[in-house]
T-cell receptor, first 114, second 111 residues
Framework: DARVTQTPRHKVTEMGQEVTMRCQPILGHNTVFWYRQTMMQGLELLAYFRNRAPLDDSGMPKDRFSAEMPDATLATLKIQPSEPRDSAVYFC????????????FGSGTQLSVL | GENVEQHPSTLSVQEGDSAVIKCTYSDSASNYFPWYKQELGKRPQLIIDIRSNVGEKKDQRIAVTLNKTAKHFSLHITETQPEDSAVYFCAASSDNNDMRFGAGTRLTVKP
């Protein structure tokens, strides 16, 4: 049963530290999404890749967040420097094809910035 | 870009009753409308989806309706059970477009 793999599952860090979250999409999927989930904001889109190219990262604070896909099997989301307001669950999801995409979500990274 | 609004934010029903969650979208080019269910502490998972060329789709106790003219779609759960308790998200996307989610509805089914 193919799954999207996210690491780490939990991360506790201090304000100002760099945080890197990783995602391994399902083999063969060509789209990758990063979402942030908080109690207040629901599922907030941060970035979106298709065939490793970034298509939309307008939801991401550019001054501290960056998203990359160095290869087809790895997507990363970095926060530098991290702030307490970044505390949330970060989900990666992957899909295949153009429109009508069924997304498969990873288990998420629970981030706590103290 | 697409904007998806979802109502209500919370919904409580008695076991056996029906539950209805409604969503509206802004981009008339949107043509794919999935619904995801997220149980506490778990990842969102697709439960049903509908394409723009269909007005209604049913899968056992779950049904989704789509009104393209009014740009709204709804999730209907009949004969609700306690295990239906979760957060439900609607979403919309179009060709070459990202997947935007509604804010979620927390459904509680009371035994």
């Amino acid at each position: 049963d193919a799954r999207v793999t996210q690491t780490p599952r939990h991360k506790v860090t201090e304000m100002g530290q760099e945080v890197t979250m990783r995602c391994q999409p399902i083999l063969g999927h060509n789209t990758v999404f990063w979402y942030r989930q908080t109690m207040m904001q629901g599922l907030e889109l941060l970035a979106y890749f298709r065939n490793r190219a970034p298509l939309d990262d307008s939801g991401m604070p550019k001054d501290r967040f960056s998203a990359e896909m160095p290869d087809a099997t790895l997507a990363t989301l970095k926060i530098q420097p991290s702030e307490p307001r970044d505390s949330a669950v970060y989900f990666c999801a992957s899909g295949f094809g153009g429109y009508r995409e069924k997304l498969f979500f990873g288990s998420g990274t629970q981030l706590s910035v103290l | 870009g697409e904007n998806v609004e979802q109502h209500p934010s919370t919904l409580s029903v008695q076991e056996g009753d029906s539950a209805v969650i409604k969503c509206t979208y802004s981009d008339s080019a949107s043509n794919y409308f999935p619904w995801y269910k997220q149980e506490l502490g778990k990842r969102p998972q697709l439960i049903i989806d509908i394409r723009s060329n269909v007005g209604e789709k049913k899968d056992q106790r779950i049904a989704v309706t789509l009104n393209k003219t009014a740009k709204h779609f709804s999730l209907h759960i009949t004969e609700t059970q306690p295990e239906d308790s979760a957060v439900y998200f609607c979403a919309a996307s179009s060709d070459n477009n990202d997947m935007r989610f509604g804010a979620g509805t927390r459904l509680t089914v009371k035994p």
